[in-house]
């Protein structure tokens, strides 16, 4: 039998399975490799920080979507990967050999990298990623806030450190929240009709933002730049995704980054028996934003294609639009929305973003494959980072 090995468990390997679930693949032997028992989704984790959904509203658990498809999970992590061998090694020391690999671990945080640029950040700081630990850990800091107003300082000033610092000053009503956006402005990647509304949202909520970079983190305080020194509590590093440390000696071709080079059937560009989707990969053919909705969308594409190729079809190019409904909530029940150079905000744009959230949940926690509902028509929520 032919292996297929779906390494994580990500936005578009969740579409995989549920595809897999309702349209299994003949005499294809399919292992997935994942180490939690569940996908925490990211566009719910900020209403979770807030106060408005409980963690077990934000999960997809795995378990159903393979009930029945003979699918075989091993719920371990990747640390080596050997693309001319057609091995992955695991966390556990052991190897499994594939015809064919599909990667889509999802966003990394490389602990040793991000070190390096902040020393203290391993011992000190709070990490976004993985989502799951992440998840484990907040309440936590919920209950601390309970005892005494905390000092947050939220590193990083992108889509996810502008969500979680409005979540956690609408969540820890007593506690100060700051965030250190580094070199770049709060917001930068948005349109400069967005940046505004975000500026106005942050002071409107006393959300300091210092366009400054974190040098490093030690008990009760973050390092700045500048030289000075922030009285912190905690530090929550909500900085970008780095590729995973074990792409490095694959064999696979890499973008300067080292994410892994995919063409636009998300092929691998130089192992054709190779797909990846997500933040672990960039696509060679087009810029696309790293960012969870196009993992969404290029799940379905994702299906096709490893049916196809395993098949010995030739694979269909996936070309995402190039605009997106993007949703920013705003902690207390608000949200910018934003397609273009079009922006609004307000209650209804939250009610939108809850609507769309939920039913994703809602849609991939009831295999087999269901009709999308609010979902745009391939499947893509749509506002996840």
Known sequence: ????????????????????????????????????????????????????????????????????????????????????????????????????????????????????????????????????????????????????????????????????????????????????????????????????????ALKRRNITVLPDLAVGIQAGEVLLGCGARLACDVPLIATGAQAPAWLAGSGLALDGNGFIAVDACQRSTSHAHVFAAGDVSTRVDRAIARSGVYAVRAGPALANNLAAAIAGREPTPHQPPENTLNLLSCGDRQAIASWGHYAAQGRWVWWLKDRIDRAFIKRYSRPPLTPAGDMDSDGAPANRR
């Open 1 to 200: 039998m032919k292996k297929l090995v779906l390494l994580g468990a990500g936005h578009a390997h969740v579409h995989v399975l549920s595809t897999l679930a309702a349209q299994p693949m003949p005499d294809v032997q399919i292992t997935l490799v994942a180490p939690y028992p569940r996908q925490l989704y990211s566009g719910m984790v900020p209403g979770f920080v807030a106060g408005h959904y409980a963690l077990e509203d934000c999960v997809i658990p795995l378990a159903p979507l393979l009930k029945n498809t003979g699918i075989k999970w091993l719920t371990r992590s990747a640390t080596g990967l050997d693309a001319n061998a057609r091995t992955v090694t695991l966390d556990d020391g052991s190897t499994l050999s594939f015809d064919w690999l599909s990667v889509n671990t999802g966003p990394v945080q490389d602990r040793d990298q991000i070190e390096q640029t902040m020393p203290g950040a391993s011992e000190h700081g709070l990490f976004v990623r993985p989502i799951e630990a992440f998840g484990a850990l907040w309440p936590k800091v919920a209950e601390l806030a309970k005892t005494r107003a905390l000092r947050v300082a939220v590193i990083g000033g992108g889509a996810a450190g502008i969500e979680l610092a409005m979540a956690i000053r609408h969540g820890l009503r007593s506690s100060s929240v700051t965030i250190i956006s580094g070199a770049a402005a709060v917001g930068a990647n948005y349109t400069p009709a967005v940046q505004q509304r975000v500026v106005k």
